[in-house]
């Protein structure tokens, strides 16, 4: 017997498998190497390239695997087959190469990946009874695609489980020390590419469909249809009142939204649309429940769509584009664009992953793309700051009496600038406008602003200052009563900053808050002499800071604080800087 001949009586799928995901299969193996020899400190393997190489790898696997698909569903489309199934994961790796943000955001490529392989066999656009059925099609091959990638997913762990268990008892019994390569070594091959073999192994082809599969009761679509009727579909219903309630408060108090209630509305949406997809099935699709979600879902989501775009543009209006903030209203869009679909009767649960998978395309190839956009208006932003903020136009570098808002305001687009190399050459550029220069081996606010002749608190000497970090291997910090992340808080020096919802100004050690908008006289101080007596020993003992504002509870959750110990060292201890996150009792 020969070696094929044996290979297909133990394994049939294997050849089967590598026939039909050979090119999947083997930038699987080249990304499992890499990956492999990265772990095991070759040198080479280790550079920034060959990382990017890796992530190229892995996501022209799922593109290979999704223009499969696509060829077996239109067998007659030979050329686009072609250019899918290998043109398209070869310019995939040969993206992840490109390190200039003005062109492409790989790194959003592998979710763009995901999304075309769910709906790759199923692109005819049919209408009435062939619609329907391309839909059904498109569930029970999605359903069975992610329920075999759980069980993957699973097997794998419990090989890693027994491969530790083996190694151990390897050390202990005998003293052999295989850790490098268990761990460096046979749980990567596993994991990155014994697993995914194994998951395109169990793909099912097109052909396995038949009529009435979405009617039948199967114990798996059972199972899910349970989890979405019982659990989702009353939850999202209730979430959903509760926000259009928030709505109605903010219409009768005409008081614009604030805080995390955009990545609520988002939460909202997505889950539901994932919901949507759950109960699809036909016997599903007859329950009671169901229906009635069915209904009125996307009616329900509006009211919320409508608070989360101006709670967004509240944000963008204060503090401009982000990336955050530009795939947070690419999913606004995505959301809204769905509801109008579906609302009108020319709904298909293929445009649940389609349109989110258009819409990141286009934001991640181009100059508009996410990020090189965000960059660029932040530095508009900077240009426009330095230009108006009282800056002395004849001086070079520029000098200025600069308000204590300007500054928090121009230490926020910094900051957000310098923590990418494209952004922190953005500064020098904007900056390198009026002259302004400073060490290039250094960024950040604080040299920069000391560079554009604007004082900052001095952090020279030990003697002076001294930094208290909190400790994150002690005690976690209870939030239970303040449940609610509002944002993150930076006061430096003495300064003045709003900070929705509340506004802060820190002078002398002494620290004053209130609303956001309140003037300096109708601020409140806070209290802090028995907090900093008990903060010793290079830590924060108590890491966080609690007070009231407008009847509202907050707690100021601290990574670090820094205090001036007067010249000689001999002084009180004067705060001079906080820094960490605001917790709420209420949603802002």
Do not use: C
Not at 71 to 79: H, L, V
Not at 326 to 336: E, F, P, R
Not at 554 to 578: K, W
């Amino acid at each position: 017997m020969g070696f094929r001949a044996w290979l297909e009586k133990q394994a049939p799928d294997f050849l089967l498998t590598g026939q039909r995901f050979w090119l999947a299969i083997l930038l699987a193996l080249a990304n499992t190497l890499v990956v492999i020899g990265a772990l095991n400190s070759v040198s080479w393997l280790q550079d920034e390239a060959w990382m990017r190489a890796a992530a190229g790898l892995a996501t022209g696997a799922v593109l290979a695997v999704a223009g499969v698909y696509f060829t077996e569903s239109r067998p007659t489309a030979r050329i686009a087959g072609l250019l899918l199934t290998y043109a398209l994961p070869l310019l995939a790796i040969g993206a992840f190469q490109v390190t200039d943000t003005a062109w492409i955001v790989p790194w959003a490529l592998p979710a763009i990946a995901l999304l075309w392989l769910s709906v790759s066999p199923f692109t005819r656009i049919e209408r009435g009874a062939p619609r329907a059925e391309q839909q059904d099609r498109f569930w029970w091959t999605n359903q069975q695609a992610v329920a075999t990638a759980v069980i993957a997913a699973a097997a794998a762990l419990i090989i890693g489980l027994g491969t530790a268990a083996i190694e151990r008892s390897l050390s202990i019994l005998f003293g052999l020390e295989t850790g490098q390569i268990f761990y460096n070594t046979v749980l990567p091959f596993v994991g990155l590419f014994l697993a995914p073999v194994y998951w395109l192994a169990t793909l099912p082809r097109l052909s396995a469909y038949r009529a009435g599969e979405l009617d039948r009761v199967d114990f798996l679509p059972l199972s899910i249809g349970f989890i979405g009727q019982f659990i989702l579909v009353p939850l999202l219903v209730i979430y959903a009142l509760i926000l259009l309630a928030y709505a109605a408060q903010i219409a009768i108090t005409q008081k614009l939204p604030q805080g995390m209630i955009g990545w609520m509305v988002l939460g909202l949406v997505v889950t539901g649309a994932a919901t949507w997809l759950i109960v699809h099935p036909a016997f599903m699709r007859s329950r009671p429940l169901v229906r009635l979600f069915r209904a009125w879902w996307f009616w329900l989501t509006l009211a919320p769509l409508v608070l989360f775009f101006i709670a967004v543009w509240v944000r963008v209006d204060a503090y401009g584009l982000t990336a955050e903030r530009i795939l947070l209203l690419a999913g606004g869009a995505w959301a809204a664009l769905l509801a109008l679909v579906f609302i009108v009767g020319r709904g298909d649960i293929r445009l649940i992953p389609a349109l989110a998978g258009l819409i990141l395309m286009v934001l991640s190839v181009g100059p508009w793309n996410y990020s090189y956009l965000a960059q660029s208006t932040q530095a508009m932003r900077l240009d426009a700051l330095v230009m108006n903020a009282g800056a002395d136009k004849s001086a070079s570098p520029p000098r200025g009496d600069w308000s204590a808002e300007e500054i928090a305001e121009a230490r926020g687009i910094i900051d957000y600038l310098t923590g990418s190399r494209e952004g922190q050459r953005a500064v020098r550029e904007v900056m390198g406008r009026y002259g302004v220069t400073w060490d290039p081996l250094q960024d950040g606010s604080y040299v920069v602003l000391e560079a554009l002749g604007i004082s900052q608190p001095t952090t020279d000497g030990e003697q002076r200052f001294a930094t208290l970090f909190r400790d994150f291997d002690g005690a976690p910090i209870d939030v239970t009563a303040t449940p609610y992340l509002v944002r993150p808080v930076g006061l430096y020096g003495d300064t003045a900053v709003a900070l929705p919802p509340l506004r802060f100004v820190m002078s002398g050690g002494a620290v004053r808050v209130g609303p956001a908008g309140s003037t300096d006289e109708n601020l409140q101080p806070l209290d802090l002499t028995a907090w900093l007596a008990q903060q010793s020993g290079g830590f924060l003992v108590a890491p966080w800071i609690d007070f009231t504002v407008a009847g509202t509870s907050y707690r100021l959750v601290l990574q670090s604080a820094s205090f001036d110990r007067g010249e000689n060292n001999d002084g009180p201890n004067v705060l001079s800087s906080l820094d960490g996150q605001l917790f709420s009792a209420v949603a802002q």
